[in-house]
T-cell receptor, first 114, second 112 residues
């Protein structure tokens, strides 16, 4: 079992839909949780960052972390064609061996159809 | 600058040659991380620095890979005697307080 599991998709939704992306993880030491968006031939672009549990909202994006279930989510409201990209979850511990290295999910490829 | 700048964008080397990649972190960021993306979306951590000091090198292949971050210079990642398996996209990331990490657009290394 990989440390971070993420459904690779592809996921195709109509413009304006609410998109739900999620990751599960097995390492209970993970404390930092991030969502990145990656366009083709570009680097990962930070979308959301959460430390420990809870919810965070930024514009059309909401990130949720449920440490008891080892489950994180990213919601995109009013999705736009420009949101079409690969979405990567990433996480790290803050103590112990390998702390602060990011462990990534495999990414979910999202297409928003006009 | 406001972005992590990686150069070159694409580097082609013959097997056995040396490859050197550069990364200028965001101004004011103390931490630099290097990752290797081999298969699509498989990121492998290589090494991290806090200023000029190695912070974590547990991901670095011991033999042919080396990295430096010197004052007033871009950080560098050097691969000696490249192999076909080194073909990958190498990403650099920087951070102000260790997290979150901000990534550059990568250097695509092709070994022929």
């Amino acid at each position: 079992q990989k440390e971070v599991e993420q459904d690779p998709g592809p996921l195709s939704v109509p413009e304006g839909a609410i998109v739900s992306l999620n990751c599960t993880y097995s390492n209970s030491a993970f404390q930092y949780f991030m969502w990145y968006r990656q366009y083709s031939r570009k680097g990962p672009e930070l979308l959301m960052y959460t430390y420990s549990s809870g919810n965070k909202e930024d514009g059309r994006f909401t990130a949720q972390v449920d440490k008891s279930s080892k489950y994180i989510s990213l919601f995109i409201r009013d999705s736009q064609p420009s949101d079409s990209a690969t979405y990567l979850c990433a996480m790290s511990a803050n103590s112990g061996a390998g702390s602060y290295q990011l462990t990534f999910g495999k990414g979910t490829k999202l297409s928003v159809i006009p | 600058g406001e972005e992590v700048a990686q150069t070159p964008k694409h580097l082609v080397r013959g097997e056995g040659q040396k490859a050197k990649l550069y990364c200028a972190p965001i101004k004011g960021h103390s931490y630099v991380f290097w990752y290797q993306q081999v298969l699509k979306n498989e990121f492998k951590f290589l090494i991290s620095f806090q200023n000029e000091n190695v912070f974590d090198e547990t991901g670095m292949p011991k033999e042919r890979f080396s990295a430096k971050c010197l004052p007033n210079s871009p950080c560098s990642l050097e691969i000696q005697a490249t192999k076909l398996e080194d073909s990958a996209v190498y990403f650099c990331a920087s951070s102000q307080q260790i997290q979150p990490q901000h990534f550059g657009d990568g250097t695509r290394l092709s070994i022929l």
